[in-house]
């Protein structure tokens, strides 16, 4: 047996294992959350495409399309502020991405199955992995605004960079639900492009690279159904504009109704997993 | 050498419509940006100094081909990288065929790839209302300057590949994809990037390629920038066509 599972020891610790299967067993979660900060700490190389690409993609975008803020109507005449929160949100969604990546491998390795006979529940597991990604997340994101910074973006004031990293967590938090629930729909890692692609593509359909009112009328219909387009208005108001309750609000609520929808899948995915 | 080049290219080409996963990258990320890029950035097109086009995605199709082509070129690196760890470059190369062909198959193959993957994107143009302004001339351009491109993105895959023998490092290169096609014309007129994207794209020879492709499709049958395509694309073609062949001889003679 790995030395990581683990291991019952007694019958007491059987009986007490039934009680834990019903409610979130705070050890097994804290056990599975640092299973999943070591494998980073195993493979630190892991954590650079969570900067570089989205790094890249926040300058490329602004040399490229840097002068769009010429047009009316965005607000700013800075583009790297405007598109900030996408590159972090796109950071947030690769560490999330890559937990039904590590669960697609831990299921193909036999590790999920050892798992599920644990006394651990599934909300359990479902939290340990979810958990482990929001706090993996917090590895890439002040790179990235150091570079950003660096290279012109405005810095948030305090309360700015509170939001920012509450909803970036959140966000991994989400993406991270919807790559697992992947993860258990096709049992491989096989499945990590559209695990990736998924994330990012429902990002980039939201009002990401302009304010709604200049998006073409059919980018702007699915932007405007898009829950993600909340998430980076919350997110952009930290560094184009002023920090206003009702943005703030909508776009915590949308990430809390997301969860909670992602979360119920995932858990009823990982009961028929179990069957 | 033409047989066993052909036979390569067949071998090659087999392998990839076998694995049709790993075609979905080259045809979804490319159409992913084409689609936000066009929906998200078309109020661009009224920016003082933007050419006359009939459309923001007329002007988009041929990022989103260099795009692709450029992954396709990566990936055919990929391929000859997982033939030499996994050892079949090695009986291959004990068998009596030119050593040029095997650099040539792959280049063959990549050519008909590109054929292909233009098409596809043309295809999706057209039907999301792209208008091809060269007409069917235009069409022939594109697609013989798709394949030109195609081809000396492989040769670059493959001098990288013969070097690094390495799948994983060859893969490594997927962001500098975007950091190159960031610095060039690709997506935006050379004259409305930003500093220092406008003085560096210049010098890109993506930019040229990009142009090419973009010039039968969104302006016409307009020589100059159609000419510039193939002949930087020509250069690319035999400046990296030497390194792979450089880099196959660097590896056999690191095979003995």
Not at chain 1, 123 to 137: C, K, M, N, P, Q
Not at chain 2, 45 to 73: C, H, I, K, N, Y
Request: net charge positive; glycine share 8%; proline share 6%.
């Amino acid at each position: 047996m790995p030395s990581d599972a683990p291991v019952l020891k007694s019958a007491d610790e059987v009986v007490r294992s039934t009680e834990a299967r019903r409610g979130l067993d705070v050890a097994a979660v804290r056990f599975l959350v640092v299973r999943g900060l070591n494998e980073l700490l195993r493979v630190p190389g892991a954590a650079i495409p969570g900067i570089v690409s989205p790094a890249i993609f926040l300058i490329g975008l602004v040399l490229v399309f840097g002068k769009a803020t010429d047009i009316p109507g965005y607000g700013t005449s800075s583009f790297l502020a405007f598109v900030l929160p996408v590159a972090l949100l796109q950071s947030a969604g690769f560490t999330g991405g890559a937990t039904g990546v590590n669960l697609g491998r831990d299921i193909e390795g036999g590790w999920l199955d050892r798992l599920l006979l644990s006394p651990a529940s599934r909300g359990t597991i479902l939290a340990g992995l979810v958990l482990s990604a929001s706090l993996r997340v917090l590895i890439p994101i002040p790179p990235l605004l150091v570079i950003a910074i660096a290279v012109g973006a405005p810095a948030p004031s305090l309360l700015g960079l509170v939001i920012t990293f509450a909803l970036v967590i959140m966000f991994t938090a989400v993406a991270s639900t919807w790559a697992s629930i992947l993860a258990l729909i096709f049992k491989s890692q096989q499945a990590s492009p559209l695990m990736q692609s998924s994330i990012l593509s429902t990002l980039l359909f939201s009002a990401s690279y302009a304010p709604l009112e200049l998006l073409q009328p059919w980018m702007r219909t699915i932007a405007e159904h898009n829950p993600i387009t909340l998430v980076v208005e919350g997110l952009r108001q930290c560094y184009v504009g002023e920090i206003t309750w009702t943005v703030t609000w909508h776009a915590f609520a949308a990430l809390i109704v997301m969860g909670a929808l992602f979360a119920v899948w995932a858990l009823a995915k990982l009961k028929r997993y179990e069957r | 050498m033409i047989a066993p080049s052909l036979a390569l290219a067949m071998r090659a080409l087999r392998l990839t419509l076998r694995r049709p996963q790993f075609l979905i990258p080259l045809f979804l990320m490319p159409s992913i940006f084409l689609a936000v890029n066009t929906g998200g950035l078309a109020a661009t097109t009224r920016l003082p100094g933007f050419p006359e086009t009939s459309g923001f995605l007329d002007f988009q199709l041929p990022a989103a081909m260099v795009q692709s082509l450029m992954l396709s070129g990566l990936q055919a690196g990929i391929a000859v990288a997982l033939e030499i760890e996994s050892g079949f470059f090695d009986r291959l190369i004990t068998a009596p065929v030119a050593r040029l062909s095997i650099v040539l198959g792959r280049l063959l193959a990549a050519a008909v790839l590109g054929a292909f993957q233009v098409s596809f994107f043309l295809i999706v143009g057209l039907l999301f209302g792209a208008e091809i302004a060269g007409g069917v001339g235009g069409v022939v351009l594109v697609l013989l300057l798709g394949s030109f491109a195609a081809v000396a993105f492989a040769a670059i895959g493959l001098a990288i590949a013969f070097r690094a023998r390495q799948a994983s490092v060859v893969q490594g290169l997927f962001p500098f994809v975007f950091a190159v096609l960031y610095l060039s014309s690709a997506f935006f007129p050379r004259e409305l990037l930003s500093s220092p994207a406008d003085s560096i794209s210049a010098w890109n020879p993506l930019s040229y390629m990009a142009d090419g492709l973009r010039t039968p499709i969104a302006f016409g049958l307009d020589a100059a920038p159609i000419i510039e395509g193939f002949a930087v694309t020509g250069g690319v073609i035999a400046v990296a066509s030497l390194l792979a062949v450089a880099g196959l001889r660097w590896r056999l003679s690191d095979a003995v």
